[in-house]
């Protein structure tokens, strides 16, 4: 069994979308074993919701592969990295495409939540049908936040520097309250806020002070921002939240409790640090 088949067989796929989640996932792992035998995770780190679900086990699939460096760097090229994923792809018998997204390609809703300094890449990867993976890379991050290394074991052992728990946490509550995307919802976010909650993780405020004062360039309180995010939570339609993230997950059943009401007594039980 080729060690691309060997990754897949550890899903349990019953229908073609599970097939295609766990072909993502996959693809997702092996670049990150390119990016660590380039050196990428001396200089960065992996967030966002495709880093819980790899290393923290997340029950929703993830498309999409979100990058800080540890500091800020404005001549930083992931294209450096291309050869090294390339070559993992192509050492697993799998051929792959990276490209560069300019700027002016996003739709407004796609660039909404970008910030000026985030390059944005495509890694295509050919099956029956075009898989497409977006790899964005925060080149000016936010400070005040930590990391750890955690490990894969496949396609070779290897370590992937992360952000801890309480600093992955503070950027989905970021993304819930100020992602400027009107009437289209990211309910992935929200998936992941109760997954915090149920797990007892504490947030980092400092980062998520940090965050907001880049994105909104405002000084924020801890009540203020709870009562923000309240407002956000009662006055979302749920239905729109729900169909964003169905797609993701197994089950749509464990959503049925979802209500604007059941997120405000969640907001009540978060930790902070």
Known sequence: MSIF????????????????SATYEVMQE????????????????????????????LKRFSEDMDFSLIASD???????????????????????????KEKKSFGRIESAFLKDNTAIYDLKFQTKKSVKIKIEVDI????????EQKLLLLPYSFMTRCFVLSDLYAGKMHAIVFR????????RDWYDFEWFVRNGVKINFNHLQERIRQSEGIEM??????????????????????????????????LEIWSNDYFLQLADM????
């Open 221 to 254: 309180s801890r009540e203020e921002f709870i009562h923000q995010l309240k407002e956000r939570l009662a006055t979302t339609d749920i239905k729109i939240v729900k169909e964003d993230v169905e797609r993701f997950i197994k089950s749509t059943k464990e």
């Open 140 to 147: 000016d991050p936010a400070i005040k936040f930590d990391t």
């Open 180 to 187: 400027k995307w009107k009437q289209r919802v990211k309910g």
């Open 74 to 100: 404005i001549d930083f090229r992931l294209e450096d990295y291309f050869p090294s994923i390339i070559n993992e792809f192509n050492a697993v018998g799998k051929d792959v495409v990276i490209s560069k």
């Open 5 to 20: 088949n060997q990754m897949l067989a550890r899903y349990e796929i019953e229908k073609q979308s599970e097939l295609t």
């Open 30 to 57: 092996i670049t990150l074993a390119g990016l660590y035998r380039g050196g990428f995770f001396n200089k960065a780190a992996f967030y966002g919701g495709t880093c819980m679900r790899i290393f923290h086990g």
């Open 270 to 273: 978060m930790k902070f640090k």
